[in-house]
Each structure stands twice: as structure tokens, then as C-alpha cells.
């Protein structure tokens, strides 16, 4: 993008990467959360050691993972990283409570996933939780034994993958920054660590709900559906909206159809021949309306 | 054993399951640590989640993983599960003083192990914490996605395998039963926690310095080597002799002849052909030995 610059010049991009809230109710996205993550590498010894003949002396790559990670999220979700916070912009009462108009199905989706009870920052619902605030989740994490049965070793290498979602006004590199210096202080003398960003980074994204495309996209989808679109935002990442943000100047208006049951990114993914039409239908009502 | 008790009635065993202190310095071996363990499974989903739609308000199995983890063993080593060193026989003045006469080779050992510095329980020598201290391992752990690069998802579930090494006068059910208690009252309650201990278990075991079979056994390897033995103790577990003494009521002296860089345990685990002569010519003195 940044390379064809003048090419790409325009006034507005429009991504069909968004959804329909249901196929009743439209929605507009006005937020998306941005991302960065590293890779954690641990290591304590050239190989596994007896945990016999060693146990007692030998430092323990799995023991200074965990207590690497535990220091990074407290018990409730809270990220315990220095000035991780710093730059997130405060939620003021006036956004709250627009966000709090949204219905929120998340019980019901976490029912459904099989989640014994919600979990999170203390202080905020599950929506602001969700759209507004940022996380950090351990993606997954591996070192030493994982057979069947027992094996007595103190393993000499463990590691964990870590990613971060982010929201205005955090920098995806100043966070990895701080990740990392954060990982550096947190690691045991006697182990080596080593922490790999990864290159998949997103600036978080906004668009005024007030822009005029928003404007025109509410029209469209309330002649379409009979019903005015609900405003939202999106816990999810799309990273194209930030770089032409950056790169071009110009806003996207997410104007998509998916549906929520459709089995996104999964290999199964579908979706309704009526949400085709429906999308066909409100492309060609947007360009109008746009164009007026 | 316990169901041939009557077969195998008899004053003494004998185990060549043992080694050299080196080709020239013979040790008698006084104690072996015993054994426990459990893997941990948690469970916070049905499936993996995406970290985007459900992070801030799903909880996440890699960190209740931690959390728990975190809570059993502190940065030092110490353990710090309740109850787990009351039945630990205290080390005794005397005692100390005959393990420091001992020459402690584990800065060489761990050096050539590729290990930065030493680590362990605070309070106790090196030595005292790998002969006569107990010790609690992560021996792997593993949940989520460990792939090239990054994947966001909130893992549902995560994996531990744990095992201490015991001391008189512990008893590895004991000690299980306090893991196992550990652990479900440290486990979030917003994730499922099963604990499934391992069937490998042992008793910690000793045998009096003074036992007639050591005198023995000692006076033998002075004959051979020109030098009396060293009285060792060893940081891993050989279950038999704690069977043997609690089925049978006798006590088993170590007689072996292995040498350390012998890769014990590995595909290409050797003895040299010196050592196997050697010992021939032990074990016939020892009988002798113990005849009179």
C-alpha cells in the first residue's frame, strides 16, 4: 500500500470483512482491535536432566516459564506488564453507555463454547471487556514431557506464545516494547530467555460514528432491513483498515453480510445464498447513496 | 514380593543397581529419595476460541495452568504446597557434617550440563538438597497451539506433568493426597481441573551406616581399592529396596559398579569391561564377607 500511495489515492475504502448482527438486524462497526505478540524461548541446560540426580540443584525451564507468565496477567485478566495500560484511551461515561445499548449475547455464546463462567478485568462488562479494552492470552505454551505416563526430567527447554489485542491509542511496537522488557526484568538469573516478536502486528482502528459513510451505510442497511443498524464494534483484528488509514488517509466502512454461525476462517466456512443478494442489493444502494 | 513373602524370606538383599564414586574411590550408597507425581489436566472450553471474539471475557486454560503451577513451587524451589515438609526428618547437626566431608563435584556436573548457575531450595548445600531434601518438578507441560508463527486462540485446554522426589519419613500417598488437594483448591473456578496421579510411586529408603551388610560391604571395597569407601547417599529412586524392607523386613545394600559418564538409562548405555571384572571379583568377596 504504502508503495502505490498515488494509485491507491481515494476518499473512502468499503471492506466487506463485517457481518450482519443477525438477519433481522443490521449492524456498523465502528472499532476493531489491533494486535502484536511474541514467541517466549526458555532455556536452562543443553539437555533434559534426571530429575534425580539433579533434582534439588538444576534450574527448571518449565518452573521459570511459568513463573515468567504468571507475572504478566494477574488471576482476573488484568495485564500486570509496566505501562501496558498507558496508552489505552479512557471509556467515558457517554461511550459506556452506548455500548451498554448494545444487546449482549455473550452468556449465551460462552454457553455454548462450553465456558463454565465468564472471565475478565474486573471493573468493566463483558462487552467493554470484549470491544474496548485491551488483553493478553497465553495462545499456547509446551517444554519438556508430554507422553503417556511419567518421565522424571527437568526439562531444559520450555516455551510459550503469547498475543495481545489492542485499542486506541496503543502502538502495537511500543507494546512489544514493553513485552518484552517486561520478560527480560521477569527472568529467573540461572535460565536464558529469549523472546522472538512475531511479524503479524495491526494498529488498532476507529471511525467516527458520526462520518459520513458511516451515515450513508446506516441509511442504506435501514431501508434494507426496516431497521436502523445497532453501532458496535469487533474484540477481532482486520489489519487493512489501519493501514490505509495511515498510509492513504482514508477511513474503510466495514459493509459486510456474513452471519455469526457461518464457521469463519474454519475450512467448513459458508454462507447463505440470501445474505449474497442481500449484500448484492446494499453494494448498489451504497454507491448510490455515496455518490449523492 | 508381597504375594511370595513366604519364597522369599531371607536377612539381606543385595543390589548392584549401585555405582563407583570413581574408578579409584568406592562409595557406599546410605539413602535413596522416593517418588510421586500426578499430570494435571484443565479444561476452559469445548473448543479453542478465537482470541479476538472471546478474549477478555473467556477464560483461558494455558493460564489457570499457570496460576496453579505458580502456586506449588516458589521462584527459590521451596515447595509450597501445605504439609508438604512435615514429615520430613530434620537434618541434624552431625548429619550436615558428615555430607559436607563429601567432595561436591555438582558445580562441575552442572556446568557440563550446560547450566548457568546453580539453583534451589534456599538454606541447604547443594548436597542437602539433592540427597536429602525433597523436590517438586514440572516434568512437561503443554496445551494450545505450538506451531510456526502465531495463532490467536484462547486454548481450552492445558497439561502438567508433576513429580517430587521424596525423603524420609514422607509418604508418597500422603504427599499425593496433599498435591491433589493443592491443586483443586488453587484452580480457578471459572476452568475444570482433574488431577490423575501416576502409578509409579516409591518410598523413600535408608539404611543404617552401621548396618552389619555395610560394615561388610565397606570392608570389602577398602580391600579392593587401597581406600576406604565414601558414605554417599543418592537424589534419585530404586523402588525395591523400600519393597523389600516394608514386605520382607530386610534391608538392601547397595553393590555396584557403574561410573557416571556411563549415559545410565540412555539407548547407549555402556559399563567397561574393568568394571565388570571388577565387580566379579567384589561380589565374591562380599559373600565371603558376610559368611563370616
Known amino acids: 500500500v504504502e508503495t502505490n500511495r498515488d494509485r491507491l489515492a481515494c476518499d473512502l475504502a468499503v471492506s466487506a470483512d463485517s457481518s450482519q448482527g443477525s438477519e433481522d438486524q443490521p449492524v456498523l462497526c465502528e472499532a ?17 536432566l534426571h530429575s534425580g540426580v539433579m533434582g534439588g540443584v ?3 525451564a518449565a518452573h521459570a516459564l511459568v513463573a515468567i507468565l504468571g507475572s504478566m496477567r494477574d488471576a482476573e485478566g488484568r495485564v500486570l506488564v509496566e505501562g501496558f495500560y498507558d496508552d489505552v484511551a479512557p471509556l467515558g461515561a457517554e461511550e459506556r453507555r452506548a455500548l451498554a445499548t448494545v444487546p449482549d449475547d455473550t452468556e449465551d455464546t460462552a454457553r455454548a463454547a462450553g465456558i463454565r463462567a465468564l472471565s ?10 470484549n470491544w474496548a479494552r485491551p488483553t493478553l492470552e497465553v495462545n499456547g505454551l509446551w517444554g519438556g514431557y508430554a507422553g503417556e505416563g511419567l518421565k522424571t526430567i527437568i526439562p531444559c527447554e520450555a516455551h510459550a506464545k503469547v498475543t495481545c489485542r489492542l485499542v486506541p491509542d496503543q502502538e502495537p511496537r511500543r507494546v512489544l516494547a514493553l513485552l518484552r522488557g517486561h520478560v527480560e526484568q521477569h527472568a529467573p538469573a540461572e535460565v536464558e530467555v529469549r523472546t522472538v516478536p512475531f ?9 467516527p460514528a458520526d462520518h459520513p459513510a458511516m451515515v450513508a451505510a446506516g441509511r442504506v442497511l435501514t431501508a434494507l432491513y426496516g431497521r436502523a443498524p445497532l453501532l458496535v464494534r469487533s474484540g477481532a483484528t482486520v489489519p487493512l483498515p489501519a493501514i490505509l488509514r495511515r498510509s ?3 477511513y474503510t466502512v466495514g459493509f459486510g453480510f456474513g452471519l455469526r454461525d457461518e464457521h469463519i476462517h474454519a475450512p467448513d466456512e459458508f454462507i447463505r445464498l440470501a445474505s449474497l443478494e442481500k449484500g448484492r442489493r446494499a453494494f448498489c ?7 449523492r
Chains 1, 2 share one sequence.
Open 32 to 48: 476493531l482491535r489491533g494486535l502484536c505478540g511474541l514467541q517466549i524461548d526458555v532455556r536452562s541446560a543443553s539437555a533434559d
Open 58 to 60: 538444576a534450574p527448571n
Open 120 to 129: 475478565g478485568e474486573p471493573g468493566f462488562t463483558p462487552r467493554e471487556r
Open 199 to 207: 511479524a503479524g502486528r495491526s494498529d488498532p482502528y476507529r471511525i
Open 248 to 250: 492513504l488517509g482514508v
Open 285 to 291: 444502494m451504497l454507491l448510490e447513496e455515496l455518490a
